[in-house]
């Protein structure tokens, strides 16, 4: 049906009036979604589609108009102008805060959103890779959708489940520097290399992630100038020393401890 419409210049719509627009109205009132993530709609305009008619009915008729969110793939040229959050691009990463929100949906094996059998091991993303992309977007308002390829009989390949593994770890300590927080005043350090910021929701605390560990093991955060009432770094249970500079910003002592103790990034809790 599909590749008839192609074939015509989509002037008709029997693969979306048959097929597309049935089945997700069914999938809504069966199932209520949270999200509806559309994709595949870039050959064709909105138009073909039914977008605008179909999302005038979720978001004011339908049994999720109050709770659902949709991404922005509803037609060529719809892309990072309308949606409830943009995706932009695969693999989209600003670097910087974007007004809208966003999402970095990208994928564990940088060149296949499958699984491909023949894969070197180069062209997976390290743990440390895979840390940084979730630092930075969080960092910068983004959510971020990682995807892995299940094999033809839906197993999760041992390089898969081993990065899975490794970053449920990670956030198991550093999580409350991601979940439910917010972008800060400043997205990343200017003075500290590979620093990345995010706010918690009540404004109290400021969290600083370190990608990289000073070799020196003095941190000096130049984003901050205000002396705060704790500094801890996530993990640790001992005491940090640390003052703020009028020149260089808040200064903090790091433990000497083997930096692999905690491992691929780590935090520091900034209390106010």
Same mark, same amino acid.
Not at 75 to 95: A, I
Not at 249 to 254: I, P, S
């Given at each position: 049906?599909? =590749?008839?419409?192609?074939?015509?210049?989509?002037?008709?719509?029997?693969?979306?009036?048959?097929?597309?627009?049935?089945?997700?109205?069914?999938?809504?009132?069966?199932?209520?979604?949270?999200?509806?993530?559309?994709?595949?709609?870039?050959?064709?305009?909105?138009?073909?589609?039914?977008?605008?008619?179909?999302?005038?009915?979720?978001?004011?008729?339908?049994?999720?108009?109050?709770?659902?969110?949709?991404?922005?793939?509803?037609?060529?040229?719809? @892309?990072?102008?309308? $949606? $409830?959050?943009?995706?932009? @691009?695969?693999?989209?990463?600003?670097?910087? =805060?974007?007004?809208?929100?966003?999402?970095?949906?990208?994928?564990?094996?940088?060149?296949?959103?499958?699984?491909?059998?023949?894969?070197?091991?180069?062209?997976?993303?390290?743990?440390?890779?895979?840390?940084?992309?979730?630092?930075?977007?969080?960092?910068?308002?983004?959510?971020?959708?990682?995807?892995?390829?299940?094999?033809?009989?839906?197993?999760?390949?041992?390089?898969?489940?081993?990065?899975?593994?490794? @970053?449920?770890?990670?956030?198991?300590?550093?999580?409350?520097?991601?979940?439910?927080?917010?972008?800060?005043?400043?997205?990343?350090?200017?003075?500290?290399?590979?620093?990345?910021?995010?706010?918690?929701?009540?404004?109290?605390?400021?969290?600083?992630? @370190?990608?990289?560990?000073?070799?020196?093991?003095?941190?000096? =955060?130049?984003?901050?100038?205000?002396?705060?009432?704790?500094?801890?770094?996530?993990?640790?249970? $001992?005491?940090?020393?640390?003052?703020?500079?009028?020149?260089?910003?808040?200064?903090?002592?790091?433990?000497?401890?083997?930096?692999?103790? =905690?491992?691929?990034?780590?935090?520091?809790?900034?209390?106010?």
């Amino acid at each position: 049906l599909y =590749l008839s419409n192609k074939a015509d210049g989509f002037k008709t719509k029997s693969f979306v009036t048959d097929k597309i627009l049935p089945e997700m109205y069914d999938i809504v009132n069966k199932y209520k979604p949270e999200v509806i993530w559309s994709d595949g709609d870039w050959e064709a305009p909105a138009e073909y589609w039914n977008s605008t008619e179909f999302l005038a009915w979720l978001y004011n008729e339908s049994p999720v108009k109050d709770t659902i969110v949709v991404n922005d793939r509803w037609g060529s040229g719809v @892309m990072c102008h309308h $949606g $409830g959050f943009y995706t932009c @691009m695969d693999r989209y990463n600003p670097g910087h =805060l974007v007004s809208h929100k966003w999402e970095n949906a990208m994928t564990i094996d940088r060149k296949s959103w499958g699984y491909v059998r023949t894969s070197p091991l180069s062209n997976y993303l390290s743990i440390e890779e895979l840390i940084t992309q979730i630092v930075e977007t969080i960092s910068c308002g983004g959510n971020i959708l990682i995807n892995v390829g299940p094999t033809h009989d839906g197993r999760i390949v041992p390089i898969f489940e081993e990065r899975l593994r490794q @970053m449920g770890s990670w956030l198991k300590t550093n999580g409350q520097a991601l979940y439910g927080s917010h972008p800060w005043r400043v997205q990343n350090d200017t003075v500290a290399k590979a620093v990345w910021y995010t706010e918690a929701a009540n404004k109290a605390t400021i969290y600083a992630i @370190m990608l990289s560990w000073p070799e020196n093991f003095e941190l000096r =955060l130049g984003a901050i100038n205000n002396q705060p009432k704790t500094v801890q770094l996530l993990g640790f249970d $001992g005491t940090l020393q640390f003052h703020v500079d009028a020149h260089v910003g808040l200064v903090v002592t790091l433990p000497h401890f083997p930096v692999g103790t =905690l491992q691929w990034g780590w935090t520091l809790s900034i209390k106010y």
